[in-house]
């Protein structure tokens, strides 16, 4: 089973990037998908989550400004980030539960945004 994101980058304040994490080995359309971030120094933080169903929820300072989706014919997950602030700058890992539902037990490697100001 392997998460890949990808689609990081420099960007400047205001700038739009679009993460995209590729799923292989397993599906998982029955399963919630988060994104999480790390800034330097700080412990990882969920940015936006997403159930099987479509219902999203995000940490309330990139609402409005971040959205998730996901293809469940894909197995792939997107996270559009608009009107980029240089706090956003962090490493952004893909994640998916396990079949128990009870955590995150899959994560890609990360892909690196850093937003200039």
């Known amino acids: 089973v392997q998460l890949q994101a990808f689609g990081g980058g420099l960007v400047q304040t205001g700038g739009s990037l679009r993460l995209s994490c590729a799923a292989s080995?397993?599906?998982?359309?029955?399963?919630?998908m988060a994104w999480f971030r790390q800034a330097p120094g700080k412990q990882r933080e969920l940015v936006a989550g997403i159930t099987s169903g479509g219902r999203t929820n995000y940490k309330d300072s990139v609402k409005g400004r971040f959205t998730i989706s996901r293809d469940i014919v894909k197995n792939s997950m997107h996270l559009q980030m608009n009107s980029l602030k240089p706090e956003d700058t962090a490493v952004y890992y893909c994640?998916?539960?396990?079949?128990?539902?009870?955590?995150?037990?899959?994560w890609g490697q990360g892909t690196l945004v850093t937003v200039s100001s």
């Open positions: 994640a998916a539960e396990g079949a128990n539902k009870a955590s995150y037990k899959y």
């Open positions: 080995g397993r599906t998982f359309s029955e399963y919630r």
